[in-house]
T-cell receptor, first 116, second 113 residues
Framework: GAVVSQHPSRVICKSGTSVKIECRSL??????MFWYRQFPKQSLMLMAT?????????EQGVEKDKFLINHASLTLSTLTVTSAHPEDSSFYIC????????????FGPGTRLTVL | GDSVTQMEGPVTLSEEAFLTINCTYT??????LFWYVQYPGEGLQLLLK?????DKGSNKGFEATYRKETTSFHLEKGSVQVSDSAVYFC????????????FGAGTRLFVKA
């Protein structure tokens, strides 16, 4: 399957700052990537679908101006949490859709964000 | 809308015990069904999948059969190991095009030596 990396794996920041999380596909060109948020001991909540070269599609209730997504190439999508607050602390996971038309998703290892 | 319901955890078993984690779904048509596993501090990994009715997905001793008549995709393993301790997510992708996946709430499994 595809190999997906995320950077950083952990980040601690002060309230009010912005944090950028990178999601890279190491061996596969992904036209579609997904960003999820996972609260402790809960399931994944889809935040947005990131399409290469176009604007991301956000799920209901997700603020697009707060969670900026840029899918500039077939191997890189970024999520920027702007003006982060403690309630944004969470585990953020990206995934990309499998190749060859399959519907399997390949997940990155996740980024744990802690906002002080 | 489409949804996935799986049994609440945590599930605690002794090593070599039999494991069943129940999963049922609601969807139109024939969705693809998945089990993903998440080890502590890591992202999700695909464990197994099935794409049509009566298909059996299997991997690492785990099995699940796509049951259209009962809209279920229960995960089973005959003999669990301590290393199987993780959170297991049942998921579906609707058969409507695209790759949007709907996840169940997850079931945490603890296996004791």
């Amino acid at each position: 399957g595809a190999v997906v990396s995320q950077h950083p794996s952990r980040v601690i920041c002060k309230s009010g700052t912005s944090v950028k999380i990178e999601c890279r596909s190491l061996d596969f060109q992904a036209t579609t990537m997904f960003w999820y948020r996972q609260f402790p001991k809960q399931s994944l909540m889809l935040m947005a679908t990131s399409n290469e070269g176009s604007k991301a599609t956000y799920e209901q209730g997700v603020e697009k101006d707060k969670f900026l997504i840029n899918h500039a190439s077939l191997t890189l999508s970024t999520l920027t949490v702007t003006s982060a607050h403690p309630e944004d602390s969470s585990f953020y996971i990206c995934s990309l859709a499998g190749g060859g038309g399959t519907d399997t998703q390949y997940f990155g290892p996740g980024t744990r964000l802690t906002v002080l | 809308g489409d949804s996935v319901t799986q049994m609440e955890g945590p599930v605690t078993l002794s090593e070599e015990a039999f494991l069943t984690i129940n999963c049922t779904y609601t969807a139109t048509g024939y969705p693809s069904l998945f089990w993903y596993v998440q080890y502590p501090g890591e992202g999700l990994q695909l464990l197994l999948k099935a794409t049509k009715a009566d298909d059996k997905g299997s991997n690492k001793g785990f099995e699940a059969t796509y049951r259209k008549e009962t809209t279920s995709f229960h995960l089973e393993k005959g003999s669990v190991q301590v290393s199987d301790s993780a959170v297991y997510f049942c998921a579906l992708t609707p058969n409507t095009g695209g790759f949007k996946t709907i996840f169940g709430a997850g079931t945490r499994l603890f296996v004791k030596a």
